[in-house]
T-cell receptor, first 114, second 115 residues
Framework: GQQLNQSPQSMFIQEGEDVSMNCTSSSIFNTWLWYKQDPGEGPVLLIALYKAGELTSNGRLTAQFGITRKDSFLNISASIPSDVGIYFCAGAPSNNNAGNMLTFGGGTRLMVKP | DTEVTQTPKHLVMGMTNKKSLKCEQHMGHRAMYWYKQKAKKPPELMFVYSYEKLSINESVPSRFSPECPNSSLLNLHLHALQPEDSALYLC??????????????FGPGTRLLVL
């Protein structure tokens, strides 16, 4: 099925550095979601974005909903070892019914060197 | 509370076995989902239940049989699986409705190994 273009695929950074990742799509979405997944666990929702242009923070994390509604980015400031994991973006269409398909990015694997 | 629970955490089964995965949420969500996830890949949608009715089946083989006994529970019945079905099985739920209803919350997953 369709998959969002998520980049980079992987990052190996030094503790304390800032991280930036993004997702782009050829389709318009009305919701952008960012998840973090640890090995063997389910994805955990980090940030949800609902309006074009919206900029939302969650601690050291900041995400933005692109103005064209076809892209989103996630920034992590001052990375720490527990930031290690796979980050997925996901887009959802608008709806007024329950049950919608999310389109996922391929994931960004983040590795942090202490 | 945005918790989705799944049992069991791990499951090993033979190709002739019958087993079930269970998922529960108490957030009043009206949509529930089953996903399959292989290592280093994003989750792949299998089934969607909307208001307790199956609304999406992503061409999943019949050896996987979903069931939604009520609005809080979702089961996935497994029978005659193949080794390639080994994966992390994730349950998710969403509120449904306008605007923020698409936000899906995932459970911790069941790690399934088929021998």
């Amino acid at each position: 099925g369709q998959q969002l273009n998520q980049s980079p695929q992987s990052m190996f950074i030094q503790e304390g550095e800032d991280v930036s990742m993004n997702c782009t799509s050829s389709s318009i979405f009305n919701t952008w979601l960012w998840y973090k997944q640890d090995p063997g666990e389910g994805p955990v929702l980090l940030i949800a974005l609902y309006k074009a242009g919206e900029l939302t923070s969650n601690g050291r994390l900041t995400a933005q909903f692109g103005i064209t509604r076809k892209d989103s980015f996630l920034n992590i400031s001052a990375s720490i070892p527990s930031d290690v994991g796979i980050y997925f973006c996901a887009g959802a269409p608008s709806n007024n019914n329950a049950g919608n398909m999310l389109t996922f990015g391929g994931g960004t694997r983040l590795m942090v060197k202490p | 509370d945005t918790e989705v629970t799944q049992t069991p955490k791990h499951l090993v089964m033979g190709m002739t076995n019958k087993k079930s995965l269970k998922c529960e949420q108490h957030m009043g969500h009206r949509a529930m989902y089953w996903y399959k996830q292989k290592a280093k890949k994003p989750p792949e949608l299998m089934f969607v239940y909307s208001y307790e009715k199956l609304s999406i089946n992503e061409s999943v083989p019949s050896r996987f049989s979903p069931e939604c006994p009520n609005s809080s529970l979702l089961n996935l019945h497994l029978h005659a699986l193949q080794p390639e079905d080994s994966a992390l099985y994730l349950c998710a739920s969403s509120q449904g409705g306008w605007n923020r209803g698409e936000t899906q919350y995932f459970g911790p997953g069941t790690r399934l190994l088929v021998l």
